[in-house]
């Protein structure tokens, strides 16, 4: 029945009108009787007179000599990886993506042009140097054991070519990205009208200024590198109510979506006279700062705002401009220097504006302010348990073990460290404000070796707000910072943490006693959540080392140095700056009456307009950073796509195409064109 049916479906197509070339119009046919039996494999099939073409084909080339032509091919320049490893990817790889169809894989993403290129590490290759790279960015790592020992001597001796690869990447990346890009302002009438409440800072400042003196920022010239400052936690003298933060696990898509409307509602603008809460106000205003200040004998108070950006003046170039209030008064003869928010800039790039805005949105989406911690209030904790520097490794391994497992104190210590529990407090919304005490200073090791330093200590009061706490599985909780990461080029990797980026992650983990940073990666395109990681301030400082050649503790001596040169300054208002005109110096100014030769605060804010740079320069992507889609595809970060064929030969001959006389043939050797056309059977008979 079916044959038939078949049979009479054949009919009518021969009879359609398809328009015939003109040989088959001789015979006014379209297809002659002819070369349908003889090329048709339907009308084969239909006769019961079919047969595979490829049946028995392995029999065809037993006696091919594979062995001679891998020889012939290698001195065309291609090299095949051996055929053990070719069938453990492709088993590995199979398995591999039967799994990842089941799950959801954040970031991937198609690279919008074409690689010029295969990459020289063969797919077992760049899977086994990836299972090396994550092994050791680990937290959790152990003993290696001999097969890991093997993969590790393997990676090293393939260094060498990652590198040279990793570069060649890293600029073809560089050649694709077009800084006139016009990128989407996430939120930007928020932007816009936060930026503006904050602005509107500067009409409580006197309006004239003249310079006072000068501050070194640059570390050969304060001469403070062979002392080893050091900024120690002392104790946490109030900690205020903190939200409990609840973040995604990523095992479906997220994306944060959400409107001007809803932000405004939830972190509504508001000018400095309107303020009503105390941690609103700058540190110079705020009454719990004087009061703790003057009970802890203070010589230094600072928003950590301020902090941030008087420590983040490590730039060899010294590109960054802020401008920061000061405000130095007297109790009973005892000078305290306040230094509050630094002024925002008038302009900024698209990347720093949606980074800014990314900061509201996390909190607006993990921040359960509903559900809080009770307010506290400590006693001085021993200098023994914090007393540890990020450079110093072999002393801050169990300071680090307080960081990323036992993060609170047990119930005994509790009862015996906190005091004044009030049971009864009714909290505000982000009411989540610490006031901690540190000692800025030189290390016990320096003053023990140098008799007569005359390098003076600063007790530093240190007001700061934290995102909040995260309940671990293990009915633990841990203190949490979230910080945005904007991704402009998933399809090549993840990008680099700026130097900006990483100083002030750092900050915030310096003065955040026992909190964890949660970086959370975003697609700028998508808004949708990449991967979040988790870092300690020693792993922070440990990238900007490697990713730009920094040593943070450096950024303390600056710090010091400052606090010397503004603790000899007479009672009053100041203001302290930075062009990078100036290279490695900021300006104190004083108000004055008069208008000539004077620098003018008001005009800076005249215009009341927050500008967009149109140029974005080249976010460089990370050569040591995976990603989920990196790891689901089992490649390293920064290089090309792996192939089976590596692409140099050993003695370095890069790969090519033979030359146009293929087809001559001399001492014994096999054509070319027959090389070419053997290729795809090689896999398949050297099995």
């Not at 309107?274 to 205003?285: A, K, M, W």
């Not at 990681?533 to 900007?544: F, G, M």
Request: proline content about 5%; charged content about 30%; some cysteine.
């Amino acid at each position: 029945m079916r044959k038939q049916y078949l049979l009479n479906m054949e009919e009518r197509f021969r009879n359609l009108d398809w328009h015939p070339a003109l040989e088959d119009m001789i015979d006014n046919v379209f297809i002659r009787d002819e070369r349908m039996e003889r090329e048709s494999a339907m009308y084969k099939i239909m006769n019961d007179n079919f047969k595979n073409p490829f049946e028995n084909i392995e029999s065809e080339y037993a006696d091919v000599d594979v062995e001679l032509i891998k020889k012939h091919l290698f001195e065309d320049g291609e090299v095949f990886a051996d055929s053990q490893d070719e069938e453990q990817v492709k088993h590995e790889d199979s398995s591999s993506m039967q799994e990842q169809k089941k799950l959801y894989v954040p970031g991937i993403r198609v690279s919008p042009v074409p690689f010029p290129r295969k990459s020289e590490l063969t797919m077992a290759q760049q899977a086994m140097c990836l299972r090396v790279l994550l092994r050791f960015s680990s937290i959790e790592r152990g003993p290696m054991n001999e097969k890991e020992r093997e993969e590790y001597e393997e990676y090293m001796t393939l260094k060498r070519i990652i590198n040279q690869e990793q570069q060649e990447f890293l600029e073809f990346v560089k050649n694709q990205w077009d800084e006139t890009f016009k990128w989407r302002i996430k939120c930007n009438k928020f932007v816009a009208l936060k930026w503006k409440a904050k602005a509107h800072r500067y009409r409580t400042l006197p309006q004239y200024y003249v310079e006072s003196t000068n501050i070194s920022l640059c570390v050969q010239k304060v001469n403070l590198t062979n002392k080893d400052i050091r900024a120690v936690f002392t104790s946490c003298l109030q900690q205020e109510a903190l939200p409990k933060v609840i973040l995604p696990t990523l095992d479906r898509p997220q994306k944060l979506f959400v409107d001007t409307v809803k932000l405004l509602e939830r972190y509504p603008p508001c000018v400095t006279h309107q303020v009503t809460q105390h941690f609103r106000l700058p540190v110079s205003e705020d009454m719990y700062c004087e009061s703790l200040a003057r009970e802890a004998e203070a010589d230094f108070v600072i928003s950590s705002s301020g902090l941030k950006c008087l420590l983040n003046n490590i730039d060899p170039n010294y590109s960054n401009t802020w401008l920061i209030p000061i405000v130095v008064k007297s109790y009973g003869g005892k000078k305290v220097v306040y230094v509050d928010k630094k002024l925002p800039p008038t302009t900024a790039t698209i990347q720093q504006k949606n980074t800014w805005v990314y900061k509201y949105i996390l909190r607006h989406y993990f921040v359960n302010e509903s559900e809080s911690s009770k307010k506290i209030k400590t006693k001085e904790k021993p200098e023994s348990a914090t007393n540890c520097s990020d450079s110093d490794d072999s002393t801050c391994n169990d300071y680090l073990k307080i960081y990323e497992e036992d993060l609170y104190l047990s119930d005994t210590d509790k009862s015996d460290n906190l005091t004044n529990v009030q049971t009864d407090f009714k909290m505000d919304k982000e009411q989540n404000v610490s006031y901690n005490l540190f000692r800025l200073g030189p290390s016990l090791e320096f003053l023990q070796q140098e008799k007569m330093s005359g390098v003076k200590e600063y007790k530093m009061l240190v007001r700061t707000k934290t995102d909040g706490i995260e309940m671990l599985p293990n009915q633990e909780s841990q203190t949490l910072i979230l910080a945005p990461k904007m991704e402009h080029q998933l399809a090549y990797g993840a990008e680099a943490v700026t130097l900006d980026e990483g100083m002030q992650q750092w900050i915030s983990l310096k003065f955040r006693p026992k909190a964890l940073l949660a970086r959370v990666r975003i697609a700028t395109d998508t808004a949708e959540i990449i991967q979040i990681e988790r870092h300690t301030s020693l792993s922070v400082s440990k990238d900007l080392k490697r990713l730009h050649n920094v040593k943070v503790q450096d950024s303390l001596s600056i710090l010091h140095n400052i606090i010397e040169e503004l603790s000899s300054l007479t009672p009053g208002q100041y203001i302290i700056r930075h062009v990078p005109q100036n290279g490695p110096f900021a300006c104190v100014y004083k108000p004055v009456n008069h208008r000539k030769n004077v620098f003018d605060l008001h005009a800076m804010y005249k215009s009341m307009t927050y500008e967009t740079i149109s140029k974005f320069p080249w976010p460089p992507i990370d050569i040591m950073m995976t990603t989920p889609a990196i790891k689901c595809y089992k490649k390293m970060p920064a290089m090309f796509k792996p192939s089976f064929k590596v692409s140099k030969t050993p003695s370095g001959r890069p790969r090519g195409r033979p030359k146009k006389n293929t087809n001559v043939t001399s001492n014994n050797k096999v054509p070319v064109s027959l090389r070419r056309s053997t290729r795809q059977i090689i896999n398949k008979t050297k099995t």
